[in-house]
C-alpha cells in the first residue's frame, strides 16, 4: 500500500536555511493574514513556517505533479491547523488560479475576510527558471498584493553586475551551463521589475551562504 510519507521530496538547503528565513519573515509579514508561498518545492519550508506563524495561514503552490505530491505527503506527516493543502500554479499563467478562487473547490472555503492574502513568499526559484517566471511573478504579486502587502524572496543574488562572491559565480556557470536562460539575477534588474509593477524594495537582508532576503511592499 502506498502510504503519504512515499511521495515526501528531499532539499537539503531547506535545513540550512530554513531558521535565518523564519527570523526575517517573523519581522516583516503582515499579522493576521494569509500568506502564499509561490514555487513551494518539496514542502518543507512550509511544514517548518506555518506551527511558527501562528497567527497567520499558510498557502504553498507548485506547478509540477511531483512536487505538489510531495507537498501533500509532509503536510498529511506533519499537519498543522494553519498549513493548507497545495495549489496548482504556474507563476507564468497571466491569472492565477487563486485570484479566481474556481478549483479547487476548497479555494472558495478560504477565509480571506478574516486572513487577507497579504503577502507572496517566493524561496529559491528566480534563478533556476527563465527571466520570465520573474516577471510574471512580480505581475502576480501586482495584482494580488493590497496595498502595504509584502513580496519576499530568498537566494543569491548578483550586485550591480558582479557577484558577491566566488561560490555564486561557479553556481551561476553551472546554471547557465544546464540551461541558458537560468542565471543568478542581478538584483539592480529585480528591483526595476518590481517597480515597475508598483512594488517598492523595502528592505534587504544578508544571509548565510552568500544569499539575500529581499523585501517588496505593494505602494
Not at 131 to 140: F, I, P, Q, R, T
Not at 201 to 219: D, E, G, H, K, W
Amino acid at each position: 500500500m502506498t502510504t503519504p510519507d512515499d511521495a515526501r521530496q528531499y532539499a537539503p538547503a531547506t535545513g540550512r536555511n530554513r531558521e535565518p528565513i523564519l527570523e526575517v519573515l517573523q519581522k516583516v509579514l503582515p499579522a493576521n493574514c494569509t500568506v502564499l508561498e509561490i514555487a513551494s518545492g518539496t514542502g518543507e519550508h512550509g511544514i517548518f513556517f506555518a506551527p511558527r506563524l501562528s497567527n497567520h495561514k499558510w498557502l504553498p503552490s507548485e506547478a509540477h505533479p511531483l512536487l505538489l505530491a510531495s507537498i501533500e505527503a509532509w503536510r498529511t506527516c506533519q499537519p498543522a491547523d494553519n498549513l493548507y493543502p497545495p495549489l496548482e500554479l504556474d507563476v507564468c499563467d497571466s491569472v492565477w488560479s487563486v485570484e479566481t478562487r474556481i478549483s479547487p473547490d476548497w479555494l472558495q472555503d478560504l477565509d480571506f475576510e478574516t486572513f487577507p492574502l497579504a503577502a507572496i513568499v517566493n524561496i529559491n526559484m528566480i534563478h533556476i527558471a527563465p527571466w520570465s517566471a520573474c516577471l510574471g511573478l512580480m505581475a502576480g504579486a501586482n495584482r494580488i498584493l493590497p496595498s502595504g502587502g509584502i513580496l519576499y524572496l530568498y537566494g543569491p543574488f548578483q550586485r550591480h553586475g558582479q557577484h558577491t562572491a566566488p561560490s555564486n559565480e561557479a553556481f551561476d556557470t553551472t546554471l547557465r551551463s544546464q540551461n541558458p536562460k537560468w542565471g543568478v539575477r542581478d538584483i539592480d534588474d529585480v528591483v526595476e521589475a518590481a517597480r515597475e509593477r508598483d512594488l517598492n524594495l523595502l528592505a534587504t537582508y544578508q544571509m548565510p551562504a552568500n544569499n539575500l532576503s529581499v523585501v517588496f511592499q505593494r505602494r
